[in-house]
């Protein structure tokens, strides 16, 4: 069973930045590919960046282009997001989610429904 725990959250002012954490546990973590999402309240749930934990093209979404960057560390199970230039409208509760098998496509890592496990978040509050 694989545990996935985010930290790094926390109040910033507009323009600052954050590193969220996220580490993976379990007997063996081999995932096809990690992502992040984040949920604002009254909202749904909604991608932010993923990426295949082997390497190759990590994705994002519009609204983080340029400001935000995911990168992961294979050794030690864990996926950062480096998030710059804050925003108010980038307030929510992050979390990563981690996908077991093969993506079909590179439009399927934008679902949260296409990931197995999800860690409990971390509260990311941007002030004006």
């Known amino acids: 069973q694989v545990q996935l725990v985010e930290s790094g959250g926390g109040l910033v002012q507009a323009g600052g930045s954050l590193r969220l954490s996220c580490a993976a546990s379990?007997?063996?973590?081999?995932?096809?590919?990690m992502g992040w999402f984040r949920q604002a309240p009254g909202k749904e749930r909604e991608f932010v960046a993923a990426?295949?934990?082997?390497?190759?093209?990590?994705y994002y979404a519009d609204s983080v282009k340029g400001r935000f960057t995911m990168s992961r560390d294979n050794a030690k199970n864990t996926v950062y997001l480096q998030m710059n230039s804050l925003k108010p409208e980038d307030t929510a509760v992050y979390y990563c989610?981690?996908?077991?098998?093969?993506?079909?496509?590179?439009?399927?890592?934008?679902?949260?429904?296409?990931?197995?496990?999800w860690g409990q978040g971390t509260q990311v509050t941007v002030s004006s």
């Open positions: 990426t295949r934990w082997s390497g190759g093209s990590t």
């Open positions: 989610a981690v996908r077991k098998s093969l993506m079909i496509s590179s439009s399927s890592y934008y679902y949260p429904n296409n990931y197995e496990n």
């Open positions: 379990g007997r063996t973590f081999s995932p096809y590919a």
